[in-house]
Nanobody
């Protein structure tokens, strides 16, 4: 099993920044994809950003150029730096660690609320 603990959410004004962290622990295979998804009220969960085992990154179209995902493999921790936040970024952000391409599990954090409002 893998446990994911997110932190860093909160209330921020439009144009502001936040940094989310996701610390993973447990049975972590050496290869995994780590990413962030978000879900706003009444909407489907969507990809925000993810980093493949190779270091390649993918971003959702709405956050390109504003958000940056990074990863500290030694700490099994992923980060999401969010800049130029907009009210449309308001959502619950979920950390994901996916080992399924290697025949292992796919895990989710409990989510952290990000609210962008003046």
């Amino acid at each position: 099993q893998v446990q994911l603990v997110e932190s860093g959410g909160g209330l921020v004004q439009p144009g502001g920044s936040l940094r989310l962290s996701c610390a993973a622990s447990g049975s972590i295979f050496r290869f995994y994809i780590m990413g962030w998804y978000r879900q706003a009220p009444g909407k489907q969960r969507e990809l925000v950003a993810r980093m493949l085992a190779t270091g390649t990154t993918n971003y959702g179209d709405s956050v390109k150029g504003r958000f940056t995902i990074s990863r500290d493999n030694a700490k099994n921790t992923a980060y999401l730096q969010m800049n130029s936040l907009e009210p449309e970024d308001t959502a619950v952000y979920f950390c994901n660690l996916d080992q399924s391409p290697w025949g292992r599990g796919n895990y989710w954090g409990q989510g952290t609320q990000v609210t962008v409002s003046s």
